[in-house]
């Protein structure tokens, strides 16, 4: 199956997943499964704004780095930018934190809370280089919406 129509369908899962929750950890628990189960990534979970620093928060994968402060690695960089980052090879990236030697790319979300801000980010990798594209990008800044 193709990556787009892998990403149209779980994004219909994830939409019916988390419709009427209200409880925010509940919601990435299963958003982090739902996508890591669906795309086969390395790892995938969520990190939380806490003050200065991003809280690891509900996850699948291996043991991860458990605060990341603001501006620092790639997901520092997304929450400071409030964007979307592409690594393609996060050896690469300035400044990147290495929770993992198996990590190779990556790419991190924003999440925004109700008035722009950016609340926690999305963060993904993969054990291969180039692995996260335009594709990728759409699809889980649309799935990161419904937050």
């Not at 409880?23 to 704004?49: K, L, P, Q, R």
């Not at 003050?51 to 520092?76: K, N, T, W, Y």
């Not at 990236?93 to 290495?98: E, L, N």
């Not at 993992?100 to 999305?122: M, N, Q």
Request: aromatic share 10%; hydrophobic share 45%.
């Amino acid at each position: 199956m193709r990556k787009e129509e892998n990403y149209r369908l779980l994004t219909a899962q994830v939409k019916s997943l988390i419709e009427g929750e209200t409880d925010s950890v509940s919601v990435m628990a299963n958003v982090s499964a739902a996508v890591h189960e669906a795309m086969g990534f390395f790892w995938t979970g969520f990190y939380i704004v806490h003050g200065d620093e991003l809280h690891l928060g509900p996850f699948q994968g291996s043991v991860a780095c458990m605060h990341i402060p603001f501006g620092r690695g790639v997901c520092g960089t997304a929450w400071k930018e409030a964007k979307t980052i592409v690594v393609p090879d996060v050896e690469e990236f300035p400044g990147h934190i290495a929770c993992s030697s198996l990590s190779r790319s990556e790419i991190v979300v924003p999440v925004f809370d109700a008035v722009g801000k950016v609340k926690a980010v999305l963060d993904i990798d993969s054990k291969e280089l180039n692995t996260f594209d335009e594709i990728d990008q759409k699809w889980l800044e649309e799935i990161v919406r419904y937050l």
